[in-house]
């Protein structure tokens, strides 16, 4: 059984910085993408960033590019996202999902992952 527990949310300042880590359990194989999506309030949940395992590949939404950074310890099964510059509108629940498939990372699909983490919440005040 596939597992992924997030942690690492909390309050920040704008400008600020938080670092999410995801702890995913229950794969085998090595061909798998993890990725962080996020949900605002009143919006929909959308991609921010993937990692592939096959490559290390990775995605960013534009909204994140330059600001945002993905990582992971393959040996861990530890997937981290790096937040810098943090803005009130990246205040949202974020969710760490993955897939047996990596081409959605490669090929910078956001469509939903199969895998879902319960979420952290990341709140970032002006």
């Known amino acids: 059984e596939v597992q992924l527990v997030e942690s690492g949310g909390g309050l920040v300042q704008a400008g600020g910085s938080l670092r999410l880590s995801c702890a995913a359990s229950?794969?085998?194989?090595?061909?798998?993408?993890i990725g962080w999506f996020r949900q605002a309030p009143g919006k929909g949940r959308e991609g921010v960033s993937c990692?592939?395992?096959?490559?290390?590949?990775?995605n960013y939404a534009d909204s994140v590019q330059g600001r945002f950074t993905i990582s992971s310890d393959h040996a861990k099964k530890m997937v981290y996202l790096q937040m810098d510059s943090l803005k009130p509108e990246d205040t949202a629940v974020y969710y760490c999902?993955?897939?047996?498939?990596?081409?959605?990372?490669?090929?910078?699909?956001?469509?939903?992952?199969?895998?879902w983490g319960q979420g952290t919440q990341v709140t970032v005040s002006s």
């Open positions: 229950g794969f085998t194989g090595d061909d798998y993408a």
């Open positions: 999902a993955a897939d047996r498939r990596s081409i959605l990372c490669r090929w910078g699909s956001w469509r939903p992952y199969a895998y």
């Open positions: 990692i592939s395992s096959s490559d290390g590949s990775t």
